[in-house]
């Protein structure tokens, strides 16, 4: 039987002005038609990489890679281009940009088969087949922005295989959604594929996206480290040219394994046990550092304390918050939690100025955000507010200094003031390495955090993150979380962040549940 996917040594290296990175190192991989793969890796591993070679956006450096019988290696650009529209189906992380706001859900989803030539009525009957299936058949009519979360993200899927692609590519479907929701988005994806016969490459960062797989690997340094049977305790660990093994961080700090091992071969065995310098529990990459203690170099403003009264919102006929009453205090984190679609992102926009509410008072500080203008409204956010939004929003031809220094200069801080400033929290968030880089060449979990720096960067009396964790691995996650709750503490920032990441709640001050 021929794979589906086969790649062999695969390399991709980034070549910037900066200097190569390489993104995928040597990476072998075959797939079954039909199969569905689940990859796990943290933040920077070249997931999202990977799938933008197997969907033919990005040529490989070195190395082959056949997808559906076609090598991609030696495609011109144009024949990548029309291989990816008539044989794969691509959920990005950031859905909402596949979703056009102008269109209906219905219009949305028979896009794709308008754009390949196909007749009204089967673009409309395949759309009412796919939203009947993923519990979306009442709001055909809709459109994307009166959905929540969750209902994009399966319209987005929609979207993806309404034209029955070969190949279904998926880069973190549940990055933002809440935990059950992102559940169902796995189970959409796997009950798709099998009713249609396609194969499915998922990466992700959330070990539960491996229930719905038939295979999981993880991805670690550009290369398949390990891989398991769905979601099977036990891991084969893979033995790359030459004896490369890298072992998973989780099986060494379990086993209280320090930085170095002595090994020993027996047959058909490779005993591997603690050197006696080493010391235990040692990790021999450590977790990036919460570097909190070091971020109070001087005063910052005051936290502004934020209150929502009687707060009425609605988009449409959809009613997103009624008669709601919140209190997010100075010098404190607060965790917004609750179902995707339950108004987290809607209360931070509300606090921002972007939102106008229905009826009820907004008060942060002394303001109250009722009865400003919007020009008073931008004046009160570059003073006093940073929002760290879902889609970043950042500049990917200039450098993650650039773009914290640009945000900060558009605040009016003074060119050198801000260059410290920038490069001062890239190195609190752990990008100290990446300071220089430019953001097109990042990871979407890097990206996120440099939005974070860029935001903390500001000194805001209130700082408001969405799902400023989704697309870190766990160590990353932690640490944004401790250095958030730090930051709040010892400059007495009023913070207010939705989120579904419980290590994120777990260091809140406090939770609003939604």
Not at 486 to 499: L, P, S, Y
Request: aromatic share 2%; hydrophobic share 45%.
């Amino acid at each position: 039987m021929t794979d589906a996917i086969a790649a062999r040594e695969l390399f991709r290296v980034h070549r910037t002005a900066e200097g190569d990175a390489a993104a995928l190192q040597g990476l072998s991989l075959r797939v079954a038609p039909g199969e569905r793969i689940v990859v796990l890796g943290p933040s920077g591993a070249g997931k999202t990489t990977l799938l933008r070679v197997l969907a033919g956006l990005e040529p490989p450096s070195a190395g082959s890679v056949e997808v559906l019988g076609a090598d991609l290696g030696r495609l011109p650009a144009r024949r990548r281009a029309a291989f990816r529209q008539d044989h794969v189906g691509l959920v990005d992380q950031h859905h909402d940009r596949a979703l056009p706001p102008a269109l209906r859900c219905a219009d949305v989803v028979g896009l794709p088969l308008a754009l390949r030539g196909a007749p009204r009525p089967q673009r409309t009957a395949r759309a009412g087949e796919l939203l009947e299936r993923v519990g979306l058949g009442d709001r055909a009519r809709a459109r994307p922005h009166e959905l929540s979360g969750g209902e994009r993200q399966r319209l987005a899927v929609c979207a993806a295989v309404a034209h029955r692609p070969g190949l279904l590519l998926a880069d973190e479907p549940g990055g933002e959604l809440d935990a059950a929701s992102a559940q169902a988005v796995y189970a959409l994806i796997a009950e798709l594929a099998r009713d249609e016969g396609t194969t499915v490459v998922m990466v992700s960062h959330d070990p539960a996206a491996a229930e719905t797989a038939d295979r999981t690997l993880r991805l670690r340094d550009g290369r398949i480290t390990g891989e398991a049977a769905g979601s099977a305790a036990e891991e084969a660990i893979v033995v790359g040219r030459g004896g490369w093994v890298r072992l998973p961080d989780e099986l060494l700090r379990e086993a209280g394994v320090g930085g170095r091992l002595l090994a020993r071969a027996r047959p058909g065995t490779v005993e591997l046990r603690a050197a006696p310098d080493s010391a235990p529990g040692a990790h021999p990459e450590p977790l990036p550092p919460v570097p909190a203690a070091r971020a109070a170099a001087r005063p910052r403003r005051p936290g502004l304390t934020a209150v929502l009264r009687a707060v009425d919102k609605a988009y449409g006929e959809r009613a997103v918050l009624a008669a709601f009453d919140a209190r997010f205090t100075a010098g404190r984190l607060t965790a917004l939690s609750g179902r995707s679609g339950s108004g987290k992102s809607t209360i931070l926009r509300l606090l921002a100025g972007l939102e106008r509410p229905d009826a009820g008072t907004i008060l942060v500080g002394a303001e109250d955000l009722a009865g400003r203008s919007r020009t008073e409204l931008a004046a009160f956010r570059r003073d006093h507010v940073a929002l760290v939004a879902q889609d970043v929003g950042l500049v990917d031809f200039l450098s993650a200094q650039e773009n914290v220094a640009f945000a900060l200069a558009q605040r009016g801080v003074a060119e050198d003031e801000a260059e410290r400033r920038a490069h001062t929290w890239l190195t609190e968030v752990g990008l100290a390495e990446r300071t220089r880089q430019r953001v097109g060449r990042l990871s979407g979990g890097e990206r996120q955090r440099v939005a974070l720096a860029r935001a903390l960067a500001a000194e805001p009396g209130l700082l408001l993150a969405d799902e400023p964790t989704s697309r870190l691995d766990e160590a990353n996650a932690a640490a944004v979380a401790q250095l958030l709750a730090a930051i709040a503490e010892r400059h007495g920032t009023t913070i207010v962040c939705a989120t579904h990441e419980p290590l994120l709640i777990a260091h809140a001050h406090e939770q609003v549940a939604l």
